[in-house]
């Protein structure tokens, strides 16, 4: 009994250490936070079946990711087939931050304005990844684009969308501190 | 001059959920080096419309997974005496301590240990290599040999121990440590707390807010009554940290140079901008400079020319927030096929000098 203990503690230590980046990962890829919720729970809990004896640490973090990003990916795949399936316009994943209202709208006049100072065609792919949802493969597709010019594009777009942001710091940081609570 | 496009560009990869499990990995390690860091990314994350909180709360999710595995009852007992932030925290503390108190000095629960220090100063052994002293008067409470809860004053002497980073509640103040000498001082009153670093580095966030953190031979002082966090250099003569430049020295090809030296705290802590000078007497042409920093594969890129003057040239060139104090292991590569590499601590608001070694 003592061996289970110790094990489950060094299981909860192990989660606690890693679930919020977990979870944070799962979330870009699915852009659904109650779905990554679900995914990583999942994760854990075939980890935890997995790998009961025993948790070095570097090897189960890289298990972690790993798993994450494989379930991740099984989920987009499946929710591609019930799309098809459907054929009906499924609701657009939100990927907006909620807000008290005044903020959330200031936030994002903010950003749309410095969206349309983005120099072409950095401007283009940044919507068409962010607003249309388009993997980055599928942008350089549309585009006739090479895939590097859409990665390089897209951290261009993140510079500059950055400073106009930190421009507006101490609103920004109001917002952040909220969201410690 | 340095492409910060490089982070940007693994940052938008992430959000754009395009990272594979070792990028995401990587950033993560990123993005924990500092709170500048942190903070960068936070910004980010406010670009790609995410809500970033680095303090998230996993509580919930861990109740649910903890049911799905049907843990035994001893270890859900310890997570219903989990600590919480903020007035439910002082609640909990003051239950335990009443329950473990019970008149003597040094009880011990199933999972916590309360130290209570008399008229005299009273050590506690965290593990083989960390310990503190808790000064007369001082309560201390351990869980899993991490200290966890302090009220009154007292030393830390923490071992460096990647898997064991520390938080210490006391009155409203988190304070956080990876391998470090610190003291706490909290005045009668408890109005004031006084943290001092005299090694290492910790971290201090009042419960809820952003956190600073304090390098060794400053402090910080918190007065609670108006919730103000102030940091301070202490005067301390030869504790400034030269352990990198030591290290460079000792190779023989680099050495660095303090030119800020009273650079005020504010610079230090913000600091997010400085210079690299790289030197070379003989070399008169380009080439490149790249930082790494530990387990990132990426690291942060930089093309230099010397040409300022041919026979002893320099580069001079700033580093900005991504750049923060720490080590950082150097690699230049020219041209003609020379390499030459070394590590630099990179320290806020001072310049560095990387001197290259030439055939």
């Known amino acids: 009994l003592d061996n289970q203990v110790h094990n489950e503690k060094s299981f909860e230590a192990f989660f606690r250490k890693y679930h919020a980046a977990a979870l944070r ?157 | 001059m340095i492409e910060e496009n490089e982070i940007d560009e693994c940052i938008a990869r992430f959000l754009s959920g395009e990272a594979k499990p070792e990028e995401a990995m990587a950033l993560e390690d990123w993005r924990e080096l500092s709170t500048a860091n942190e903070q960068y990314f936070a910004r980010c994350c406010m670009v790609f419309g995410y809500p970033h909180s680095s303090e998230s709360d996993d ?114 103040l988190v304070i956080k440590d990876i391998g470090t000498r610190f003291s706490i001082t909290t005045s009668a009153n408890n109005d004031t707390i006084l943290v001092s670093v005299t090694e290492g580095e910790v971290s201090i966030h009042e419960k809820n807010r952003t956190p600073v953190e304090i390098y060794a031979g400053n402090e910080a002082r918190y007065i609670s009554a108006t919730r103000e966090l102030k940091t301070q250099r202490q005067n301390i003569p030869g504790k400034k940290d030269t352990s990198g430049k030591a290290a460079l020295k000792q190779k023989g090809i680099a050495a660095t140079e303090d030119k800020h030296e009273q650079s005020s705290f504010a610079d230090q802590h913000t600091g997010q901008t400085g210079n690299i000078v790289l030197g070379c007497n003989s070399c008169a042409e380009s080439g490149q400079l790249e930082l790494l920093t530990g387990s990132q594969r990426k690291g942060i890129k930089t093309d230099f020319e010397f040409s300022e003057n041919p026979a002893g040239s320099t580069f001079r060139f700033r580093y900005s927030m991504h750049l923060l104090r720490g080590e950082y292991k150097w690699l230049y590569r020219d041209g003609h096929g020379n390499n030459d590499s070394g590590r630099v601590t990179i320290e806020s608001g001072k310049e560095q000098l990387i001197r290259l070694l030439r055939p």
């Open chain 2, 59 to 172: 509580q919930p999710a861990w109740e649910e997974i903890k049911k799905k595995l049907e843990f035994t009852g001893r270890i859900q007992r310890a997570s219903f005496l989990k600590w919480t932030a903020g007035i439910a925290a002082s609640l909990v503390v003051i239950t335990v301590a009443a329950v473990l108190f019970h008149g003597d000095k040094q009880i011990a629960g199933p999972d916590y240990q309360l130290y209570t220090a008399g008229a005299t100063e009273k050590k506690v052994l965290l593990d083989s290599a960390s310990e503190v002293v808790l000064f007369p008067g001082a309560q201390l409470i351990v869980k899993n040999r991490h200290a966890i809860h302090l009220k009154g004053s007292a030393s830390f002497s923490i071992a460096h121990d990647t898997m064991r980073s520390l938080a210490i509640e006391t009155g409203n």
């Open chain 1, 25 to 181: 990962y799962c979330q870009t890829i699915v852009m659904d936070r109650d779905e990554a919720e679900d995914i990583v729970q999942k994760v854990f809990v075939s980890l935890w079946r997995v790998k009961q004896s025993g948790f070095p640490d570097a090897e189960g973090r890289a298990y972690l990711y790993r798993s994450v990003y494989n379930a991740s990916l099984d989920f987009l795949k499946h929710q591609k087939v019930k799309q098809a399936h459907a054929k009906e316009t499924m609701a657009t994943r939100s990927t907006q931050i909620v807000l008290p209202e005044g903020e959330q709208r200031e936030l994002q006049q903010l950003i749309h304005r410095s969206l349309d100072a983005l120099p072409e065609p950095c401007r283009k792919i940044f919507m068409l990844n962010r607003f249309e949802n388009l993997k980055y493969r599928e942008i350089a597709a549309k585009l006739s684009l090479p895939e590097k010019k859409v990665e390089n594009q897209m951290g261009k777009a993140l510079k500059i969308l950055r400073e106009s942001l930190r421009e507006h710091l101490p609103l920004l940081f109001t917002i952040i501190l909220l969201y410690h609570d």
